[in-house]
């Protein structure tokens, strides 16, 4: 077999074996040596190149921002800060229609720009906002669909774990990245916001009959209160991207900078305990060896299929084919929203980018534009079954055994159609995600 042969034969043994359950990393891994032992003919030589491929991935003075976001986003979760950021919303938006939902998008959104992991925003908001909604009579699957939603913010308001994830794999900086990020990210909560007042205004009996009574027996914050629980939220969000804005620091050291803050914003508030720290290190140990994995995988599979002449020949038929730049860009679209409904986020990435990179470059495209595109695209899969990790993980923090899967899907469609019209205004007019670089 010729070389690009031997590349879509192991592209296409790396999707049977995703399919079959094997784990994304192993099937990337296994497919990539198999793929170079048949086009060097060694496998001393196939172990060797991809040897090298992970030491130069895991050595990258970049990779260092991924364990530092991730221990910051723990840290703010078990210290109380969410449940804070929850409450200042809530009592924002108490007196407008659907209130309590939009208050969850906005915590979420708030949450979103400390976190960066739209897993911990879903396992978060399940525990605080889920049962705040059913109790003031927002429907089970109305309450679910907005936690849901609004989940996804996470990775797209910087900073974001999949922005680091595609500036690693395109080599495009991780603070233009950020930057680029936040206008879309601004538009899709307030696209989510607006989306549960109209229908809070015109069809309040789709959230839930409490809501449409309108009432709300929670006690009002004072000022003293507002300032106590937002204050902490807004000096960390400000060290962090202020930091990266202002050139202060690089998005690692932002990232050191910010885990410092929330240890000491939680010791000051003892609410982080020895034990909660711990637990916080181990959970963030197994994140961060989780996305190493899946980064070392991506970059043997690139390696594989750039030896095997895939991207050059699939780049080659692109600039061939008669579809055209937008023709390129919608497939590529829709096939991320696709594989979204077996695959998680990061996974996607990894296959699809390094693919469509050449092709990219080749076109002249703006990758840092495209760079949003793709992960919005990716977002919608959390929500889209069968797999949709974010309702999974939804589903796995609920104490109520009533609510189903397949009510926390329907609830969050609404919001996977709102973030298609996100997606639709970024492709349309990219200067929503260039206008602040």
Same mark, same amino acid.
């Given at each position: ?43 001393l ?17 970049f990779?260092?921002v ?30 407008v229609? !659907?209130? @309590?939902? /939009?208050g969850? &998008? ?5 949450? %979103?720009? +400390?976190? #960066?992991?739209? =897993? ?10 889920v049962p ?27 900073p ?14 991780? !603070?233009? @990245?950020? /930057?680029?990020? &936040? ?5 899709? %909560?307030? +696209?989510? #916001?607006?989306? =549960? ?18 009432h ?98 699939f ?13 390129v ?47 919005i ?52 007019f ?8």
């Amino acid at each position: 077999m010729s070389p690009f042969e031997i590349g879509m034969v192991s592209f296409g043994a790396m999707v049977v074996m995703v399919y079959m359950g094997f784990w994304v990393p192993f099937a990337l891994m296994l497919s990539s040596y198999v793929g170079v032992w048949m086009i060097k003919g060694s496998p001393l030589l196939a172990g060797k190149l991809l040897a090298l491929a992970a030491s130069e991935t895991i050595s990258s003075y970049f990779f260092g921002v991924v364990p530092l976001f991730v221990l910051m986003g723990y840290v703010v979760s078990v210290t109380g800060m969410g449940r804070d950021a929850f409450d200042v919303a809530h009592h924002i938006f108490r007196r407008v229609k !659907g209130g @309590l939902g /939009i208050g969850t &998008v906005g915590a979420n959104a708030i949450f %979103a720009a +400390i976190t #960066g992991i739209s =897993i911990a925003s879903a396992a978060v908001f399940t525990r605080i906002a889920v049962p705040e909604m059913i109790r003031h009579g927002y429907s089970p699957r109305f309450s679910v669909g907005v936690v849901a939603g609004s989940s996804v913010l996470g990775m797209l308001i910087p900073p974001s774990l999949l922005l680091i994830l595609y500036g690693l794999l395109t080599e495009q900086s991780v !603070g233009d @990245l950020f /930057i680029a990020g &936040v206008l879309p990210g601004l538009l899709l %909560a307030t +696209i989510f #916001g607006t989306g =549960i007042f109209l229908t809070a205004l015109l069809r309040p009996n789709l959230l839930g009959d409490g809501v449409a009574q309108d009432h709300d027996d929670t006690p009002v914050l004072t000022r003293l209160e507002v300032a106590q629980k937002g204050l902490p939220i807004t000096l960390l969000i400000g060290l962090v991207l202020g930091g990266i804005y202002g050139g202060y620091f690089t998005p690692i050291e932002a990232g050191a900078v910010g885990c410092a803050g929330a240890i000491i914003i939680g010791l000051a508030r003892r609410s982080l305990s020895l034990k909660d720290f711990w637990d916080v290190l181990n959970d963030t140990g197994l994140v961060t060896a989780g996305i190493s994995f899946l980064i070392i995988a991506a970059q043997m599979y690139s390696r594989m299929l750039a030896l095997s002449g895939v991207p050059a020949e699939f780049g080659q038929f692109v600039a061939t084919a008669d579809i055209g730049y937008w023709g390129v860009i919608l497939a590529y679209v829709a096939l991320v929203i696709v594989m979204g409904t077996i695959l998680d986020s990061s996974s996607i990435m990894l296959i699809l980018v390094p693919l469509m990179l050449p092709v990219l470059v080749s076109m002249q495209v703006d990758l840092v534009w495209f760079g949003i595109v793709t992960i919005i695209a990716v977002e919608i899969g959390l929500l889209t079954p069968p797999f949709g990790i974010s309702v999974f993980v939804i589903k796995s923090s609920l104490d109520d055994p009533s609510i189903t899967l397949g009510d926390i899907f329907m609830g969050a469609a609404p919001f996977a159609l709102m973030m298609l019209i996100v997606l639709a205004l970024v492709l349309a007019f990219p200067i929503l995600a260039t206008a602040l670089i």
